[in-house]
């Protein structure tokens, strides 16, 4: 099963469900399924900033396993970090997420 | 009434300089209303809140139009040229916030300007004026100075007009 993560909480969304479960599962390959993508909104895009410890694991992971990692534009934009995001991470909306996907799409979108 | 209801721009002289006066304050009190004449630098952000908040002006047909059919983006360009002055320009483009900022500040630095001196104008130009766009939004600007070099073209000043025929 391909599925695809949209980030779309703050809280403890990226720090707990993705740091502790998602990504470590990811990393040792256990995860249980193909992740197509993950995009991120609102405080969440945060962790694309280059030089953010977990995005470093995250965007190593990405390339390997060939995972599309998207910010929400218009969140990039008002935080100022669009231009400051690692290498290979997009910016983008629902279209550019849509088309990003439309080449191997995902089963299952899950909301955190 | 100050002016007799003469029609505008025949009489000479004092009746003249009046209605100049009239056109000039017009002009001041409409580019105050849309607020279209502001410092085009800026982010994205301050740009795409400035152009939400912001009433804007169509005229009857888009002038100049761009669009990338790949991506779906779309840019009009709206204007009214007098005197070989650029007297009203607007927008309508897609929803893209890059786009948007980089459509809004095409407006503030080409409105009130002379043709020939906004035909200058490009994407370069807005790339330096907006900030944090990552390179691979770049496009966005040079779809909206395409369509405001077709806009000029389509509407060039009256001595181009002339030689033209």
Redesign the interface.
């Given at each position: 099963m391909r599925v695809a993560y949209i980030f779309a909480t703050t809280g403890h969304t990226v720090s707990y469900k993705l740091g502790r479960m998602i990504l470590p599962q990811l990393e040792e390959n256990r995860h249980g399924a193909d992740v197509a993508g993950m995009f991120f909104f609102e405080d969440n895009t945060y962790l694309l900033v280059k030089g953010n410890p977990l995005g470093e694991r995250l965007v190593k992971i990405a390339r390997e396993k060939n995972i599309l990692l998207m910010g929400c534009d218009q969140c990039c934009y008002e935080r100022e970090i669009a231009d400051k995001l690692f290498d290979g991470v997009l910016i983008g909306c629902f279209p550019d997420l849509y088309q990003a996907l439309s080449q191997a799409p995902p089963d299952q979108v899950i909301t955190l | 009434m100050l002016r007799e209801n003469k029609p505008r721009h025949q009489a000479p002289g004092q009746d003249g300089r009046f209605n100049a006066l009239v056109d000039q304050l017009a002009q001041t009190i409409y580019h105050f209303h849309m607020n279209c004449c502001g410092d085009p630098a800026g982010?994205?952000?301050e740009l795409?809140n400035a152009a939400l908040g912001r009433p804007h002006w169509r005229a009857p047909a888009a002038a100049g139009k761009a669009e990338d059919p790949a991506?779906?983006l779309r840019v009009e360009i709206h204007l009214e040229i007098e005197d070989s002055r650029i007297r009203r320009i607007d927008y309508l483009c897609t929803t893209?916030?890059?786009l948007i900022?980089y459509c809004e500040a095409l407006v503030r630095m080409s409105c009130g300007r002379g043709v020939a001196e906004a035909a200058r104008l490009g994407a370069g130009d807005l790339i330096r004026l907006v900030?944090?766009?990552?390179?691979?939004?770049h496009d966005r600007a040079h779809l909206a100075a395409a369509a405001l070099q077709q806009a000029l073209q389509r509407n060039p000043p009256p001595t181009q007009r002339s030689q033209h025929k």
């Open positions: - | 982010s994205v952000t795409f991506q779906h893209c916030a890059s900022a900030r944090g766009v990552p390179a691979y939004r």
